[in-house]
Nanobody
Framework: QVQLVESGGGLVQAGGSLRLSCAAS????????LGWFRQPPGQEREFVAA????????YYADSVAGRFTISRDNSKNTVYLQMNSLKPEDTAAYYC???????????????????WGQGTQVTVSS
């Protein structure tokens, strides 16, 4: 069982920055593929970013590429999402997700991730 706890959400003006953190349980965190997803009000949950355990390669949705950065600190069992140049359309509940076994499917697919956090709200005002 893997537990994920997000933090760092809040209210920010357009153009501002936030850094989300997700602390994970488990002794094999370094082997987890990790992802961030978001769910805007009234919409489906969508992929934001992912980082692989095998080589640290990162992936981003087109809508956030160049503005958001995913990273991990295996010594702290934590994955981060640095969000810069925020826009009102980035407003959503943000969720981190973990795949501890390396499911062979697209990193942007929700089916890849067995464990999910409870979410943290990000609101960007115009």
């Amino acid at each position: 069982q893997v537990q994920l706890v997000e933090s760092g959400g809040g209210l920010v003006q357009a153009g501002g920055s936030l850094r989300l953190s997700c602390a994970a349980s488990g002794r094999t965190f370094s082997r987890y593929d990790l992802g961030w997803f978001r769910q805007p009000p009234g919409q489906e949950r969508e992929f934001v970013a992912a980082i692989r355990s095998s080589d640290g390669r990162t992936y981003y949705a087109d809508s956030v590429a160049g503005r958001f950065t995913i990273s991990r600190d295996n010594s702290k069992n934590t994955v981060y999402l640095q969000m810069n140049s925020l826009k009102p359309e980035d407003t959503a509940a943000y969720y981190c997700a973990a795949d501890p076994v390396g499911i062979a499917t697209m990193v942007a697919s929700r089916r890849k991730y067995e464990y999910w956090g409870q979410g943290t709200q990000v609101t960007v005002s115009s």
